[in-house]
């Protein structure tokens, strides 16, 4: 059963109360007054009976459920009801039909039990999942890819970063942060700078300060374009 088939199903469970209850009512009044019009004996409640369950048979079942112990179970008891009620339909005796009311009664509450425990949880609600560079994943939004570049080195490390992202699957939008906007549309961030004398150039340092919070909310990568730090040179120049 689907979700769109559990109001369905308690719209059916609705009915199914009404038809027992209008039943049960009608035993309690043939029992009490001696007849209900043309009720006067058991072998004509039973009458009742048995056309109730034949219309509370596609009000209570479970549709979509796959056959199993519980429809088995279902059928048993279905069957015993039956029974029941031929058995006053023939004998006409107040004890089966006792026995067929309580059947019935015991027929609902079970239906009514079985669906409210099966029927299936609500969905949850669809989220973005934030995209990590690099895991393999798929992004449901796209990747920032932003650069702040003097003469067009950081820019080209950029490109091959886009264009490594966009191999793996991610929509990226790569641009220089001077004209990145919004940040609330974007699951990651890939932000670098080329290195002047120790330092980021001033757009990318600004760009990071001001949306830091934004920023630290999502995954992100930076990186700085530049040969050297501050530290000594190695074996390998
Ligand atoms: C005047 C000047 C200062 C630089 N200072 C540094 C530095 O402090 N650290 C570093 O790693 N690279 C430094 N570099 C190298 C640049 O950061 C590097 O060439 C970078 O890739 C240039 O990127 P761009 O073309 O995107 O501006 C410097 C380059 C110049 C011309």
Redesign the pocket.
């Known amino acids: 059963m689907n979700n769109r088939g559990v109001p369905a199903q308690r719209w059916r469970d609705g009915v199914a109360l009404v038809v027992v209850l209008a039943d049960l009512a009608t035993y309690a009044a043939l029992l009490h007054l001696g007849s209900v019009g043309f009720i006067k004996d058991p072998r004509a409640m039973a009458s009742i009976v048995l056309i109730s369950t034949v219309l509370l048979c596609p009000m209570s079942a479970a549709y979509g459920q796959k056959p199993g112990l519980w429809t088995s179970f279902v059928g048993l008891v279905g069957a015993v009801l039956l029974g029941l009620g031929i058995a006053t339909l023939v004998g006409d005796g107040w004890g089966t039909l006792a026995a067929l009311m309580i059947g019935l009664v015991v027929m609902w509450v079970l239906s009514a039990a079985h669906h409210a425990v099966a029927a299936p949880p609500a969905p949850a609600r669809e989220r973005t999942v934030p995209a990590t560079a690099g895991d393999g994943g798929h992004a449901t939004g796209s990747v920032l890819v932003a650069?702040?570049?003097?003469?067009?080195?950081?820019?080209g490390i950029a490109d091959r970063l886009a264009t490594a992202l966009r191999a793996s699957g991610r929509t990226v939008d790569e641009r220089p942060l001077a004209s990145v906007g919004d940040l609330s549309g974007y699951d990651a961030f890939v932000i670098g700078s080329?290195?002047?004398?120790?330092?980021w150039?001033p757009p990318a340092t600004e760009f990071v300060r001001r949306n830091r919070d934004a920023l630290a909310a999502r995954p992100l990568w930076l990186f700085?374009?530049?040969?050297?730090?501050?530290e000594a040179k190695d074996a390998q120049g």
């Open positions: 650069y702040a570049s003097r003469h067009g080195f950081t820019q080329a290195a002047y004398v120790g330092q150039l700085s374009s530049g040969p050297l730090g501050t």
